[in-house]
């Protein structure tokens, strides 16, 4: 099983820039994250540093946001949301020509929240529009788009919360380049079989994201059956990455141990 270390919440006690190094140091040689810039389209100057840390650090970039907005003021996305739309597409070559450049081969595009006053379907039409325009984008470069379904405990206004709304919109795009992010934290909050999941439908995954459920810590802080998931990820033949998108209990680098369980 390859891991990989989302950077955005892992090591966030260090500078964003000296993760990269951190993750190398704890054993591993390929990182995610969620957007690391405030605005769609940062500076060159900006960008460089970023890839020299990545670089420098001798790590792999497997996995990359597109802007999602304020995600620390409850964004979550902005492919749907009419206000958000321009800075979506903005973002677009920003992004994908990031994930060029380090060999990322992974984008993530999160829907966006409800809008009041503003029908679902009139939503789902602009995220459509939106998610075609990035896979058009992503395909110049070898990468898929995926879809992630994440839960309405955490996240209430967020209104793809399980696998089969996220297939449905994989679906309706109908791109060859769009596949689903298969978060099972998220999923098993919500109720899902994960392991029922991964046993049916793995063949639709793009990416596979981990944290145990309660808590969103480390595997072993919750109750999920990991040491099933991962044998079962195996049997049916997944070869990508698993992220680790965990918010450690305790410091960053002694929170690895389940890797040796």
Not at 38 to 55: L, S, T
Not at 132 to 151: K, P, Q
Request: aromatic share 8%; with cysteine; glycine share 12%.
């Amino acid at each position: 099983m390859k891991f990989d270390v989302n950077l955005s919440i892992v090591f966030t006690e260090l500078p964003l820039l000296e993760r990269p190094a951190a993750a190398a140091k704890a054993g591993f040689d390929a990182v995610e994250l969620w957007w690391p810039f405030d605005g769609p389209v940062p500076g060159q100057a900006e960008v460089d540093r970023f890839r020299a840390a990545v670089e420098d650090a001798g790590v792999r970039l497997v996995g990359l946001n597109f802007d999602a907005g304020d995600m620390a003021a409850g964004d979550r996305g902005l492919l749907s949301r009419p206000d958000g739309s321009a800075r979506f597409r903005a973002n677009i070559d920003a992004a994908v020509g990031l994930a060029g450049s380090l060999g990322c081969r992974t984008l993530n595009a999160l829907y966006g929240n409800r809008v009041p006053g503003l029908t679902a379907e009139a939503q789902r039409e602009l995220a459509l529009e939106n998610l075609a325009l990035a896979a058009g984008a992503a395909r110049d470069i070898g990468a898929t788009v995926v879809v992630e379904a994440i839960n309405t405990h955490e996240n209430p206004h967020y209104p793809i919360w399980s696998s089969a709304g996220a297939f449905e919109v994989i679906d309706a795009v109908g791109a060859p380049n769009v596949a689903f992010l298969a978060d099972l934290y998220h999923l098993h909050r919500m109720g899902e079989d994960v392991l029922a999941l991964i046993d049916e439908h793995s063949g639709r995954f793009g990416h596979v994201q981990i944290a145990d459920d309660p808590g969103r810590g480390q595997p072993g802080t919750g109750a999920m059956p990991y040491k099933q998931i991962f044998e079962r990820l195996e049997a049916v033949g997944y070869r990508g990455h698993v992220g680790l998108e965990y918010r450690p209990v305790g410091p960053s680098a002694e929170s690895f141990a389940w890797r040796n369980g």
